[in-house]
Every structure is written in structure tokens, then in C-alpha cells.
Antibody, heavy 120, light 110 residues
Framework: QVQLQESGPGLVKPSETLSLTCAVS?????????WGWIRQPPGKGLEWIGS???????YYNPSLKSRVTISVDAPKNQFSLKLSSVTAADTAVYYC?????????????WGQGTMVTVSS | QSVLTQPPSVSAAPGQKITISCSGS????????VSWYQQLPGTAPKLLIY???KRPSGIPDRFSGSKSGTSATLGITGLQTGDEADYYC???????????FGGGTKLTVL
């Protein structure tokens, strides 16, 4: 079955760039669907960060757009998130997920999530 | 403040039925599909309903979704203790060009 696994540093210093990767198994990213990142600050709700298609077409949360880059590496069957100039407000569990179809569709398969803390 | 409004909490006894509301506007729920997610403590969200009322494979028919105007509703029948979780609604907001979520509703099965 399709599985997603996030990886990356659990601690990032303020003003630096947060970098995460989502490895996909059981399905080829190049076969379709949009793939996205969603985050959840401790004790709070869900926030969409952005989504990408295997062709590289991207959609970003307008409030984060200036700091976010999502890219795809089809040969490695993975996609990545970079969030620049982080602050404590970016501390959250970061999830990668697959949509049911289009860029704005529901997310049907999720990774387990990875906690990222922004602190000096 | 979330774009979509959900009640903070609901509770009911095992075996009973509950509904969770999700209120929005014409730029989001009114003109786009709604999805619902269940998040058990310490786990990733799980898709329960998409496209307003469709259930992914493996989701029991105890879970149902509906939409009317600018509001959506998640229904759960035959409540079980294992249903205790946070529930989130989500949709696309055409004005914001953003995927938006409700603030979440904590379900307690007494």
C-alpha cells in the first residue's frame, strides 16, 4: 500500500531554513496526484502549507508563500519542503500527504508526521 | 481564528449518534467540496469523508457527510469509545486561494 515518511532535522534555529523530505513508497509520484505538506502547532489545528504535482506545478498557502518552496524528485520518488526565515511560530508537527486527485482536493494518505522545533 | 467554524466539543454515550457542524461562506463551503478528518491522540489525521459525502475505502458507513449551502455536517452513529478524537473539516477557499480547515471538534464518548 501507499506509504509516506517524513524526515529531517527536529530542531532548527530561528532565522534559518527548515528542510523536510517526504519519501513515498508503494506508488510512483510520476503516476499522478498532488502531494502536499500540512502542519499542526502543538495543541492547535491544521494548516495547509502547499501542494505539488510531479510536473512541478505548485500551489502555496498565501500567508506562507514568500517563505515556502516545495519541490519534487521523481527519480527518488520523494518531495521536499523548504521554509525559510523560521521563527518560534513555525514550531509544529509537519505532515506530508497525498490528495485524492487535484491540488485542492482532500488528503487521503498521510505520513506519521515529524515534530520540528524552532529554538536557539 | 479559523475560516471554518466548528463547535469546540461534543459528547455522547456509546451507541448514540452525534453530528458535528462546520460553517463557512460562499467562497469556501458554498462552492467547493468538503472533507472531514479524524485525528486520534498522537496520530496523523485520517480522511473520513471527501467530496461532501464520499467515504474512502475502509471507512465504515457509521460515518456520513452532508452539505447544505455554506454549512457541512459530519454524522457518526453507533458511537464507540474508539471514536474519541478530534475531528476537522476542510475545503478550498476560492477567495483566499487556500486550503482551509476548521478549528477542530473534540468528541468525547462518555
Amino acid at each position: 500500500q501507499v506509504q509516506l515518511q517524513e524526515s529531517g532535522p527536529g530542531l532548527v534555529k530561528p532565522s534559518e531554513t527548515l528542510s523536510l523530505t517526504c519519501a513515498v513508497s508503494g506508488y510512483s509520484i510520476s503516476s499522478g496526484y498532488y502531494w502536499g505538506w500540512i502542519r499542526q502547532p502543538p495543541g492547535k489545528g491544521l494548516e495547509w502549507i502547499g501542494s505539488i504535482y510531479h510536473s512541478g506545478s505548485t500551489y502555496y498557502n498565501p500567508s506562507l508563500k514568500s517563505r515556502v518552496t516545495i519541490s519534487v524528485d521523481a527519480p527518488k520518488n520523494q518531495f521536499s519542503l523548504k521554509l525559510s526565515s523560521v521563527t518560534a511560530a513555525d514550531t509544529a508537527v509537519y505532515y506530508c500527504a497525498r490528495t485524492v486527485g487535484g491540488a485542492t482536493d482532500a488528503f487521503d494518505i498521510w505520513g506519521q508526521g515529524t515534530m520540528v522545533t524552532v529554538s536557539s | 481564528q479559523s475560516v471554518l467554524t466548528q463547535p469546540p466539543s461534543v459528547s455522547a454515550a456509546p451507541g448514540q449518534k452525534i453530528t458535528i457542524s462546520c460553517s463557512g461562506s460562499s467562497s469556501n463551503i458554498g462552492n467547493n467540496y468538503v472533507s472531514w478528518y479524524q485525528q486520534l491522540p498522537g496520530t496523523a489525521p485520517k480522511l473520513l469523508i471527501y467530496d461532501n459525502n464520499k467515504r474512502p475505502s475502509g471507512i465504515p458507513d457509521r460515518f456520513s457527510g452532508s452539505k447544505s449551502g455554506t454549512s457541512a455536517t459530519l454524522g457518526i452513529t453507533g458511537l464507540q469509545t474508539g471514536d474519541e478524537a478530534d475531528y476537522y473539516c476542510g475545503t478550498w477557499d476560492s477567495s483566499l486561494s487556500d486550503v482551509v480547515f476548521g478549528g477542530g471538534t473534540k468528541l468525547t464518548v462518555l
